[in-house]
């Protein structure tokens, strides 16, 4: 497609559910990264992609929180037995191949998650 | 651990006005810097992109500049429109390609 596309836009669940985002990136991008934004908070760093190398979990606020890119396109983030506190917009950002400094990050319109 | 701000939180001007949104972080070394927007609701949209041996880039009424040695990046929005009001962001590469982000600055443009 012509741009990040994140499925769905808007999930309610009820608290201890399990979820899955999916990211879909930007054809021919290498990168990809998660990110969660809460209300009124700034971008939130969760996981990081690059080709075919181990991604950097660093983010990952705890082990209910995973993330796989399958055939270094397609990612999915899945949060198990979900809490209140994951309620956020989880935004995927895709960057183009090319050295350190070049990468521009491209954003899709991300998934709204509510935990009741 | 590199940290970036954004002064100030939130600004309103007036049409028409040239203004000045400011973004520092602590650690200089950094492989690029980044200005987003983002409208109420939706994912952010890239403005400009500064490269860590760049000093400024510029797009349109935008002008982003990069001074690596002091942490800190300007972005100037000049004769400012109603249809700027947005959050604008920045965000900076470290090491291992992780982007941090700053809080950002919610400008809202009067018409």
């Known amino acids: 497609g012509a741009g990040v596309s994140q499925s769905p836009s808007n999930k309610v669940t009820e608290k201890g559910k399990d979820v899955e985002l999916r990211c879909d990136p930007i054809s021919g991008h290498t990168a990809l990264y998660w990110y969660r934004q809460s209300l009124g908070q700034g971008l939130e760093f969760l996981i990081y992609?690059?080709?075919?190398?181990?991604?950097?979990k660093s983010g990952l606020p705890s082990d209910r929180f995973s993330a796989e890119r399958t055939g270094g396109s397609v990612s999915t983030l899945t949060i198990q037995r979900t809490q209140q506190e994951d309620s956020a917009v989880y935004l995927c950002a895709s960057s183009p191949p090319g050295g350190l400094g070049t990468g521009e990050l491209f954003f899709g319109e991300g998934s709204r998650l509510t935990v009741l | 651990k590199q940290e970036v701000t954004q002064i100030p939180a939130a600004l309103s001007v007036p049409e028409g006005e040239n203004l000045v949104l400011n973004c520092s972080f602590t650690d200089s070394a950094i492989y690029n810097l980044q200005w987003f927007r983002q409208d109420p609701g939706k994912g952010l949209t890239s403005l400009l992109l500064?490269?860590?041996?760049?000093r400024e880039q510029t797009s349109g009424r935008l002008n982003a500049s990069l001074d690596k040695s002091s942490g800190r990046s300007t972005l100037y929005i000049a004769a400012s429109q109603p249809g700027d009001s947005a959050t604008y962001l920045c965000?900076?590469?470290?090491?291992?390609?992780?982007?941090?982000f700053g809080a950002g600055t919610r400008l809202f443009v009067k018409a």
């Open positions: 500064i490269q860590s041996s760049q």
């Open positions: 965000a900076v590469q470290t090491g291992g390609f992780k982007t941090i």
């Open positions: 992609f690059q080709g075919n190398s181990a991604p950097d």
